[in-house]
């Protein structure tokens, strides 16, 4: 890529997501809503603390905020990194293979790429998961009048997880290390138990104080 995702306007990197290139593709898209879903947190945290009625929170909400802010830097992070990731796959995949040792230079490179393409979804869906708890623990004591963008951003964090977790899925299939595959597998099977239970309570939480 010429420029970094994150150094695109919102008109600009929207457009590239629409267009016939291979990258950006789902797995940035899903760090981006993971880093908007971090942002929103951060912004209901600031909306609260120093208010009289959150004296009692304002341990939790220090908390909450600096947990945010880390997220959500990783996750734009990730934004580039995924595609950084994926595009080093297309590059290994035009390797030339007239010869033997072309062939195994280009396998060589292109398992190397496919753990990245790998691991970047699975980073996004870890920190994504990590807001949604955020999220959570800031529904019953965020600011009332700001407490729908708590909702926004559980389910953002939500869908973040979900779409990293289906580039993890299908890129699973082509890691030649079999420990890797192993350990990626366990994660997201992890990552998915009881996910609709969490993205349901924390909806919940919101909906109550929306009264």
Sequence with gaps: ?????????VRELVARLASDAPVPGGGSASALAGALAAALVNMVVELTAGRSEAAEHEAALAEIGL??????SELTRLV???AAAYTSVIAARRLPRGSDLERD???????AAIREATRAPLATARCASDVLELAARLAPIGN????????????????????????????????????????????IAGLSAGLEERERSARDAVAGRLG
């Design 1 to 9: 890529m010429d420029t970094r995702l994150t150094e695109l306007s």
């Design 144 to 187: 009332r009048n700001a407490i729908s963008d708590v909702g926004v951003a559980a389910l953002l964090a939500a869908g973040a997880i979900r779409g990293a977790i289906l580039n993890v899925r299908i890129n699973l299939p082509y890691v030649a290390n079999d420990v890797l595959r192993g350990e990626a597998d366990a994660e």
């Design 67 to 72: 947990a945010a802010a880390s997220l959500r």
């Design 105 to 111: 230079a280009r396998r060589v490179q292109l398992e």
């Design 80 to 82: 580039d990194a995924d």
